[in-house]
């Protein structure tokens, strides 16, 4: 008996050690800690790291704001924001320091706000302690015991319109022994919004309520705006750097698929916790309110693409970056294109797209304004992914539509290209193009109309094209 109770004990004692050294592990008494000021960077930029061995009590002065900036080129929208920017800035403190966390909104706010980091053991993550009328200050203290990578945002009532407005950030808290060190370190949140235009509609573009209830931004971004890790804001790096991204999501509905294009991660601090869960892994999940730290060499030069893999959210709502790396190609590990050429099936030199089912021929001719009609239907259906749009074609690719010589010489034959397909040498505009058009597979009447449109559009004027010139030219063979 007292040797089954005696065991029991022990394996009680055992189980708890984790938390006991915890919650009531003795912290040096606050007054005795040197005072310092938190350094706070703005992303992409990242806190330098903790090198002191003992806890301080560190004060954080944070600011909350309410401005108009740019969610993508010529749209505005009303950010709600920790600081002036989106994410609001990363701090970063270590295990133990005792946090003095001044709140101060700015006169110029409609709305009170408070701040909710989860770094924080105590009532609301600190969201009580700060709450903030406009023109106001808060303090409150608290004492980080879990090291990890944390979402800090605001709590405010309605909270989703808060943190749909753009108040949210992390905040590090480094174990101890500190982190592995590492050569670059960059701070990016995605997070979504929801807007009453559609995607790109210029303006001023108000809130929708609705379609943040429904879960479906028009926007999903990386640093509170389309292009923010881009162009000439994308990251860097040098060839043999080991890379850290403190990766966060603020959200407010939709988790992250993390991926960046072209690169492993070598480590992933899942969950932003501390310990690495993980080793060689494509894409991590990061749920809103949650973060990871993912660690990878980048062992090659090129342009790596930060993404959410839900891969419309990135090429059609914005959750792109680019990771930029410099250095020496590497052949042993990555060659490039060695070789291009035209993959022509056996037997035909020309591959037909196929229909799902031969329309019937149509025999009534439309008016010209019904063909430009039905032609711009078929051109942006068959025509536009090659051509372009706006019939500019892809340098070296594609032949432009607009204003081509090359078209607009011979009706005859631009009915044939559509019907046969088209390869081998042809010059557009002076520019040579050796490559192959697929036969289309397209109705007379269709090709009658895209034709009309073709040659009416872009810059281009010319006759119309009837369903008997297309019918002709079919007879031909
Ligand atoms: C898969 C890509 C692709 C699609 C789809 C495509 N084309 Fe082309 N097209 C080409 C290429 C490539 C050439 C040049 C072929 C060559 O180099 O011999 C070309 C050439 C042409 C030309 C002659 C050159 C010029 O610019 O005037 C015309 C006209 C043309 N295409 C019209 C069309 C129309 C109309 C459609 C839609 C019904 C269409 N194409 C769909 C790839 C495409
Ligand atoms: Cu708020």
New binding site residues.
């Given amino acids: 008996m007292y040797l089954v109770s005696a065991v029991l004990m022990l394996f009680f004692m055992i189980s708890c050690n984790d938390n006991v050294k915890k919650s009531s592990k003795k912290w040096p008494p606050v007054e005795s800690l040197p005072v310092e000021e938190a350094k706070l960077t703005t992303a992409p930029n990242v806190p330098p790291a903790i090198t002191r061995k003992h806890p301080a009590k560190v004060v954080v002065n944070l600011e909350t704001r309410e401005f108009n900036a740019e969610l993508v080129d010529g749209v505005e929208y009303t950010f709600w924001a920790f600081g002036d920017s989106v994410p609001g800035p990363m701090i970063r403190i270590r295990e133990g320091d005792f946090v003095e966390f001044h709140l101060n909104n700015h006169p110029d706010s409609k709305m009170p706000h408070n701040i909710d980091l989860h770094a924080v053991t105590g009532q609301g993550g600190g969201a009580e302690g700060s709450f903030t009328p406009p023109g106001k200050t808060s303090i409150f203290n608290f004492r980080a015991l879990n090291p990890g990578l944390y979402i800090y945002h605001c709590a405010t009532a309605p909270v989703g319109m808060h943190i749909a407005n753009g108040m949210y950030g992390l905040i590090l808290v480094e174990p101890e022994e500190g982190l592995p060190p590492v050569d670059k370190e960059f701070y990016v949140v995605q997070s979504e919004f929801y807007t009453e235009g559609k995607f790109g509609e210029k303006g001023l573009q108000p809130f929708d309520m609705n379609k943040a209830l429904k879960e479906i931004p028009d926007y999903v971004v990386f640093n509170g705006k389309v292009g923010a890790l881009t162009d000439t804001n994308a990251l860097s790096a040098n060839i043999g750097d080991n890379v850290r991204i403190y990766f966060g999501v603020g959200g407010p509905n939709l988790q992250s698929n993390f991926h960046v294009i072209g690169e492993i991660f070598d480590r992933v601090y899942q969950e932003g916790g501390t310990k690495v869960a993980q080793k060689n892994v494509q894409t991590t999940i990061v749920p809103p309110g949650g973060s990871a730290m993912v660690e990878f060499k980048v062992d090659v030069p090129g342009t790596f693409i930060l993404v959410d893999h839900a891969i419309f959210r990135a090429f059609n709502k914005g959750a792109i970056g680019q990771l930029v790396v410099k250095g020496e190609e590497n052949h042993e590990i990555y060659t490039g294109k060695t070789y291009e050429g035209i993959y022509m099936l056996e037997g035909s030199t020309i591959q037909t797209i196929p229909k799902v089912k031969e329309k019937k021929d149509q025999v009534v001719n439309l008016s010209f304004a019904d063909k430009m009609k039905e032609g711009k239907r078929?051109?942006k259906r068959?025509?536009a992914?090659?051509?372009q749009k706006d019939g500019s074609?892809l340098k070296g690719a594609?032949?432009?539509?607009a204003k081509?010589d090359?078209?607009m010489a011979n009706k005859e034959r631009?009915i044939k290209?559509?019907l046969k397909g088209?390869?081998?040498k042809?010059t557009?505009n002076g520019e040579t193009?050796?490559?192959?058009?697929?036969a289309?597979s397209?109705d007379n009447s269709d090709i009658a109309s895209?034709l009309t449109y073709?040659r009416n559009s872009f810059g281009n004027k010319g006759k119309e094209v009837t369903i008997k010139e297309v019918k002709k030219v079919r007879k031909e063979k």
């Avoid at 594609?398 to 539509?401: A, Q, S």
């Avoid at 193009?433 to 697929?438: A, I, Q, R």
Wanted: net charge negative.
């Fill in positions: 078929v051109y068959n025509c992914a090659c051509h074609g594609f032949p432009p539509i081509s090359y078209l631009s290209i559509l088209l390869s081998g042809i557009v193009y050796d490559s192959v058009m697929p289309m397209l895209v073709i």
